[in-house]
């Protein structure tokens, strides 16, 4: 601590007064009148340490006009029940390693400044309904130990929870996270419902213990977070990265105008990723799903590269890169090439020799299939793609059996295509 702390005992923690040394709680009736007279609104008010109660608390409230200024409560203890409601803060607030034995309600508050909640323990419901606060909340490390409601909140310069444990039921529907959001090795022990919330979002290596539902119209990223629930995403005009992600119970993805990377994801439920609009799918690689559906997706640039269970991919009005045709001459094995135009995956592009294929999202396809050993929806893409398997594994594998196959493996298609 770096305050000097109340004479009363060794026990108290509370910030020392003077002339007396000791702090708001342990002042003498008449003491504590004085003291009480010395507050004004928009002035400091410093209770750091101090152990509050509910009539300590609405004293000191109607002491400051409820508009105190700059408010230190760092490691206070509040015993009663905390509402907060028609007070405005003209200045930052600190609470860092407070106390809250019973409920904490900032309902109908406002914060001018910034405030930092860091390390504090909520022993019972922690509400942050309709809060506005101008600048940014910190609650890194805090632990909330009953519901949490953070819904139609505004975070004027965001919002950051790194660490933070929400034992119960947490909601931020409707929360405006203004410069974003921070959930980075958060612990969700309920359902977490973070729907229609405005503003950029991070979950990296979060664990949703239960179900969670997140949203966003910005920026959403869930990387290596680990859910045993369900996972349900939906997210508009903006892009997820839920590379490395692992789920337990179903998956639902869903796009609008958007773009997802699902690279190294284990899905170990069914799971769905659907796009509207222009939304597009980058990576599949390393996926582990048994049950992976995809519907309504730019498909043209997604790699699938090392996809654990081909067999369950499920394509439905999809739209692939279309390759060149022409034949080709290269120095490497073999030297003449034969192309024709067909779809194909984004894995086959850099051994074709070029960046980008022509003609990108030319057409709409309904191929079940990605590589050898699924069962296929359509048999032309199911032969396309296998083409693209036979070259890529070629180009990794470097025997010239695999070379004379694909070779052989290319004029029966080509033969099959045009009869």
Known sequence: MDWVTCAYSAACTGVARRPSGLCLAHLAPEQLGAALAELSPGRLLDLRGITVT?????????????????????????????????????????LDGARFDRLASFFGARFEGNVSLAGVRFGRELSFHGVTVRGHVSLDRAVMARDALFSQAVFGHGLSCERARFDGYATFDGARLGD??????????????????????????????????????????????RADGLLDVAVARCGVDLRHVEVAGPTTVRLTDSQADLEGAVLRGPAT?????????????????????????????????????????RVKDCTFAITSRGVRMSLRWPMLRWFSRRRSAADEHPLRGRADPEEPGASPGRPATLHPGSRPGDRAGSADFASTSLVVRRRAGHGWWLSLSWLLYEYALRLDRHR
């Open 54 to 94: 509910s009539d300590l608390l609405s004293m000191v409230l109607e002491a400051t006009g409820r508009r105190p200024g700059r408010t230190r409560l760092d490691r206070a203890r509040f015993t009663g029940d905390v509402r907060l409601a028609g007070v405005t803060f003209a200045g930052d607030v600190s």
């Open 180 to 225: 974003g959001a921070a959930f980075r090795g958060a612990r969700f022990g309920r359902t977490l419902s973070f729907r229609k919330v405005s503003g950029h979002a991070g979950f990296e290596a979060a664990h949703f213990a239960a179900d969670a539902y997140l949203s966003a119209t910005g920026r959403l990223s869930a990387t290596r977070a």
């Open 273 to 313: 990723v659907t796009g509207r609009g222009r939304s597009t799918l980058t990576s599949l690689r390393q996926v582990e799903a048994a049950s992976l559906g995809l519907s309504g997706l730019d498909l043209s640039a997604c790699r699938f590269a090392g996809l654990s269970h081909p067999a369950g991919v």
